[in-house]
């Protein structure tokens, strides 16, 4: 059953309607027909199923029919800082975060980053976000920042977060984390753009006290070292 994204999700009777691009794809795209039913869902991690309808106000909408039960996520958050990079790589890796249940995904600007932040690059990045989650299933939505830089980015960490960076210099893996040892809920990586941080970036990482871990003895693209650490990092508590 296809998902769609709604405004907020309050109880059975409720009408909804939708917006006109969310319209034309159910209608146009997916040829659905009135009294067909999906499943919708909203920013607030609320998920129902629901009729579509053709609402009084012109266009399209849905009736829901019944709200699913809210389940429990898991207790480990992983919250990705990771710098922008260059051309359409940049969306694959945060549809691909998003996908893998990122908590946090901040975009910054690195020393190194040729991209730089527009109202545009913004707006796609939105858009990227509604489709991974409707593909993924995923009940919520990650939180999205962008910082100017990365000392802005960190002013996201979660208190007492587990801090790391990834970088193909250091000899400790993710593997190597003591997670029953560290007892952390939250878990704060940072992912340098292409070329790697630059050196002021790592010694400001050493002296807030993060943790260097590696991904292997490839060197990896800016973005698949942002999913590789992602998936290993769940690995470790999943």
């Known amino acids: 059953m296809s998902r769609h994204i709604v405004d907020k999700i309050e ?5 909804i309607k939708l917006p ?3 319209s034309r794809h159910l ?4 040829r659905l027909n009135e009294g067909n039913l999906l499943t919708v869902f909203d920013r607030n991690g609320r998920e129902a199923e629901a009729f579509l309808l053709k609402h009084p106000e012109g266009g399209y909408g849905v009736e829901i029919s019944k709200v699913n ?3 429990n996520s898991c207790d480990k958050h992983i919250h990705m800082a990771c710098a922008l990079i ?8 945060i549809e691909k975060l998003t996908e893998l249940d990122a908590a946090t995904i901040i975009c910054f600007e690195s020393v190194r980053s040729t991209r730089k932040i527009s109202p545009a690059l913004i707006r796609r990045c939105d858009e990227i976000v509604i489709s991974a989650v409707k ?8 939180n999205i920042h ?8 960190l002013k996201f960490r979660p208190h007492d977060a587990f801090q790391l960076y990834f970088s193909p210099e250091s000899e400790t893996k993710v593997k190597d984390i003591d997670i029953t040892q560290k007892k952390a809920d939250d878990f704060f990586a940072v992912v340098g753009p292409e070329g ?14 993060f943790k260097a871990l590696s991904l292997g003895k490839n060197t990896l693209r800016a973005e698949t070292a942002a999913v590789a650490g992602l998936s290993a990092l769940k690995f470790l508590f999943d």
Do not use: H, T, W, Y
């Not at 962008?146 to 980015?153: C, F, T």
């Open 196 to 209: 790697g941080l630059d050196k002021s970036e790592i010694e400001l990482l050493q002296n807030e006290c």
């Open 86 to 93: 260059r051309g359409d790589r940049f969306f694959r890796m």
């Open 135 to 142: 593909q993924s299933g995923r009940r919520d939505f990650p």
């Open 20 to 22: 006109p691009s969310e």
């Open 146 to 153: 962008i910082a100017k830089g990365l000392r802005d980015a």
């Open 27 to 30: 209608v146009k795209v997916l």
């Open 69 to 71: 039960a809210v389940e």
């Open 11 to 15: 109880s059975p009777g409720q009408i």
